[in-house]
């Protein structure tokens, strides 16, 4: 039985599709913060966070996709963090990401 149909969920919240441009945050006890892309995109596919764009957005040290040792490939610029959805991922409805900035410096 569907969520909604119990009353947890309405029909407009369940009507609700995402995609690879919806992001939600938190921040960790250790400083980072984890980013979340509530779909699991395509292996290759870039994804753009926006949250770290522009002239005062903190400098990226690093960042991980969550369950996954493995390097990730990644890049700042004033677009935001571009990631790039690896193959396997072993994702199939979100993926999570650590990023750690560097929150002394600007760009």
Known sequence: MD???KGALGERQHAVSFD????????????AVYAFCLVAPDAGTILTIRSFAGKKAEKVKSAHLLGRQ????WSQD???????VPRDHGHNIAM???IAADKDRHR
């Open 3 to 5: 969520i909604w149909r």
């Open 20 to 31: 690879q441009r919806d992001f939600r945050f938190t921040q960790g006890r250790d400083g």
């Open 70 to 73: 493995r390097d990730l490939n």
């Open 78 to 84: 004033g677009d935001g963090l571009k990631i790039e």
């Open 96 to 98: 999570g990401f650590r």
